[in-house]
């Protein structure tokens, strides 16, 4: 299946959760499992939600489940920033980072060059969005002219005197070049820009198309350097079994993911390891029913497979794909009924089956990737993240950033973590299902 663009920077829907230190628990799983600092006793059900321990289905797998090719880094011939050099236009030249990081954000991979004057932040940040965007995934030279921000896959933004998820102003680059020298956990995030011009722009808060300001600033920034650590993926996968393990083994990226049950809109209660060996990727797709970018999403899917989502035409279109809906809140931000389920479901063309209610009403602890030890308390898809862990990060003044669509790929053959948006593996969700489908 090649899976319609979208702009995963929209989706982010930021609100500030306090970090809890949990109790390092035991997961139930083998030797190589991860620690699960929720704890081994959250069995909390909603009535929508039901948590189920036991593996509906033990089907041997053939498949090896190690990928044996081996991932190399591409290497370029390292270039240097030169002397910058500055036209008539630029209103302002150059910029000084106090700090520099490089993220794996909800999918996309953020370089930000940034500076703080007291409550306030300015920045120069470079996204870069893989796969159909065309995004830059390794060194080399990318052109940035002409391009938009409503459409761009390398994109270089400045923007000042923010504060609160607010900007005064905002400059996009639509000339010049983006140039990457290094790119790999030991060389990091290197490179420079090159003779690249920022307009001052307004971005529609709907389209997120860009338009220059009249009379607004150039800032230029010619042979501006940037180098920023690389951070490895977090993984498991120290004890991957090719079957369906039913208490799980971890909940990181090459674990086997414990088996639970969610009521689906019909109030049947779905097992997720009920799909174990029924196919060869289990996709897993978190919904809101305030979301809009989500039902963009399942529209697009629904479009490619002949109008509704079903498991037959998933089958049909994608051979060995199988797809799970996860509903997190109804369009108010509750847990959605089953009522509200089933709307949601025939509104958005989706069989009613394939949608699972995932709101645990009681909240249940999960698990940060970053400071480790610490965790989030969630409502939202909570029974799903305590399985298949988002790989949610606090930021520097201890909020976490959750973002909806939320998507996740599952080897169906032995319910092992291959992906989900925030994991930083270095592939897109498109290259991973292609892989599995592949094997």
């Known amino acids: 299946m090649t899976l319609t663009p ?23 799983g083998g030797g190589g499992a991860a620690p699960d600092t929720a704890g081994g006793a959250d069995t909390v059900e909603s009535a929508d ?40 236009l630029c209103t302002i030249e150059g910029f000084t980072p106090a700090e520099e990081t490089f993220t ?9 060059g940034g500076i703080t004057n007291g409550a306030q932040s300015d920045s120069v940040s470079i996204e870069l969005y893989a796969g159909d ?86 800032w230029c920034l010619d042979q501006y350097p940037f180098a920023a650590e690389v951070p490895r993926p977090v993984v498991g996968g120290e004890n991957t079994q090719p079957t369906c393990v039913a208490e799980g083994n971890g909940y990181l990226v090459g674990d086997n993911v414990a088996d639970y049950s969610l009521k689906n809109c019909l109030g049947e209660s779905v097992s997720l390891h009920s799909r174990c060996g029924q196919a060869k990727a289990l996709w897993l797709i978190g919904v809101a029913g305030w979301c809009e970018p989500c039902t963009q999403e399942l529209a697009s899917i629904a479009a490619q497979v002949g109008g509704t989502i079903t498991r037959e035409a998933l089958d ?78 606090a930021a520097a003044d201890g909020s976490v950033t959750t973002a ?20 930083g593996t270095g592939e897109t969700l498109d290259q991973a299902m292609q892989r599995i489908l592949a094997e």
């Open 316 to 393: 049909k279109d994608t051979p060995g794909l199988e797809a799970f809906v996860l509903l997190g809140e109804d369009v108010y931000g509750e847990a959605p009924t089953a009522a509200y389920c089933m709307s949601y479901a025939q509104s958005r063309h989706v069989d009613p089956a394939l949608v699972l209610m995932d709101n645990n009403t009681k909240g249940v602890d999960i698990p940060l990737i970053s400071p480790a030890g610490y965790a989030v308390e969630l409502n939202s898809f909570g029974n799903t993240y305590k399985r298949v862990n988002p790989y949610l990060r």
């Open 104 to 112: 794996v954000d909800t999918g996309l991979y953020v370089y930000r």
């Open 49 to 88: 939600t039901s948590v189920g321990t036991e593996d509906t289905a033990q089907v041997e797998d053939t498949t090896p489940v190690e990928d044996t090719t081996p991932v190399e880094d591409t290497v370029v011939p390292i270039e240097q920033a030169g002397t910058p050099s500055y036209g008539e």
């Open 133 to 218: 965007f065309g995004g830059a995934t390794a060194p080399g030279r990318y052109s940035l002219d002409g391009t938009n921000y409503e459409t761009c896959g390398n994109c270089v933004v400045v923007r000042t005197g923010c504060a609160n998820g607010r900007c005064d102003k905002t400059y996009y680059a639509d000339k010049g070049e983006l140039v990457i020298t290094q790119w790999s956990p030991d060389t990091g995030f290197t490179g420079f820009l090159d003779g690249v011009e920022l307009k001052e722009v307004t971005i529609d808060s709907q389209t997120y198309h860009s338009t220059p300001v009249e009379g607004g600033d150039v």
């Open 404 to 423: 909806t669509p939320w998507n996740a790929l599952l080897r169906a053959t032995n319910m092992e973590y291959i992906w989900s948006d925030n994991a």
């Open 6 to 28: 979208t702009r995963l920077r929209h989706l982010i829907a930021p609100f500030a959760l306090t970090l809890a230190l949990a109790a390092c628990g035991d997961s139930g």
